[in-house]
């Protein structure tokens, strides 16, 4: 098969189907004995994104990548079930409605330290096989009533066509959002308060695949063909204390970072900009990552079923290891020290009898 950006969405949207897994060697990773896991909710529904409060209240979102999708954002109540956030009406998009006021393919969610919930809608239609005119936004909603306070739509500029907007993280000191683009490999950074949409880096190949096959559970992560999918620019961390903006490719195992006032500035050049980007180092292969209280970057390890670690000081250490966290996708901290993990199941989405786990994980 030809490998185009396109091909990406087909490939997630189809990935039961699409799929096999070679058989490989690779050892997982012990992982320690430092944290407990349980089990939050479940869900038949394969979700991505988990944001969750200062005050304890969980979001999640399900991408619209089959027509079953009952919802795309969710509040967990507290027995886990899901409730359409913030309103049925913003749920129920149709393939033949106007997607202005609907969500249409919502990959992340995001809490910000004001309270505001913040969804990222990547626009992608299955029906149409790609971004769908007026489709991208970023929405933010105010979690004191569920009111919309703003919509920000990428036009084609922002979102071309091949491009799949992935993560956001929000800097409210200074109003700016930072998004990842895993379609076609880009940064884009957002003046909230124009708003004005910047895509950046798109040339770099910090943004890009590194070209590797995942080994996942001891097998190959490879296409029906057996050809490996290059996701680019995919999970996004940004630390408010210092200013920074770490990112990384999924199908890449390099972390890199970049002062938020570089991706401010709008009179770098592109390459001006490049040369500003650092590599942070070998972290492995992951799809999610999030600051935590303590400082310390948390990023999902897809190969090891866990969650490594990065200290403020450089030390990275795979902190935790279990059966449980099969293709761990996003997470966020609790407001206990806690940490919560959405289990995706990408590499075993045909097996429907497993359900989808959105897990806690706390220190004993």
């Given amino acids: 098969m030809k490998k185009h950006p396109v091909r990406l969405y087909g490939f997630f949207c189809f ?11 690779r050892d997982p990773g012990s992982g320690r004995n430092d944290y407990t896991i349980e089990t939050v909710a479940e869900s038949r529904h394969l979700w991505t994104g988990i944001a969750v409060s200062a005050g304890g209240r969980m979001f999640v979102n399900f991408p619209r990548w089959s027509p079953d999708i009952p919802m795309s954002v969710a509040e967990l109540t507290v027995g886990g079930d899901p409730a359409p956030f913030p309103d049925p009406a913003w749920n129920s998009w149709k393939s033949d409605e ?6 249409v393919c919502v990959q992340s969610v995001y809490v910000d330290a004001d309270e505001m919930l913040w969804v990222l809608d990547t626009g992608f239609s299955i029906y149409d096989g790609g971004v769908i005119p007026g489709g991208a936004k970023l929405v933010a909603i105010s979690l004191l009533n569920g ?17 799949y907007l992935n993560d956001v993280r929000i800097d409210t000191e200074r109003e700016y959002a930072y998004i990842t683009d895993s379609g076609l490999g880009a940064i884009l950074a957002v003046d909230l308060s124009g708003p004005t949409v910047r895509r950046l880096l798109a040339g770099d190949p910090s943004v ?14 490879v296409q029906a063909d057996g050809s490996r999918p290059d996701i680019h620019a995919d999970g996004i961390g940004y630390d408010a204390e210092n200013d920074l ?13 970049l002062k938020g006032e570089y991706l401010r500035d709008e009179t770098l050049s592109e390459q001006e900009l490049a040369d500003r980007v650092e590599r942070v180092g070998e972290t492995g292969a992951a799809d999610g990552m999030a600051f935590d209280r303590r400082g310390r970057l948390l990023l999902t390890a897809l190969e090891f079923n866990g969650i490594t670690v990065l200290e403020p ?18 997470i966020a901290p609790g407001p206990d020290d806690s940490w919560y993990v959405t289990a995706s199941r990408l590499h075993r989405t045909g097996e429907t009898a497993v359900p989808f786990r959105l897990l806690k994980i706390s220190r004993r």
């Fill in 15 to 25: 990935l039961p189907f699409c799929l096999i897994l070679i058989s490989c060697t």
């Fill in 98 to 103: 106007d997607p202005a006021n609907r969500f």
């Fill in 147 to 163: 009111e919309v306070k703003q919509v920000i739509r990428f036009d084609t500029a922002s979102a071309p066509p091949g491009s």
């Fill in 208 to 221: 890009h695949s590194e070209g590797i096959t995942l080994t996942i559970e001891g097998t190959s992560w």
């Fill in 245 to 257: 903006v770490y990112y990384q490719a999924l199908t890449g195992r390099t972390l890199y970072r």
């Fill in 313 to 330: 000081q450089g030390t990275a250490t795979l902190a935790v290891s279990d059966s449980l966290l099969q293709w761990p996708d996003s």
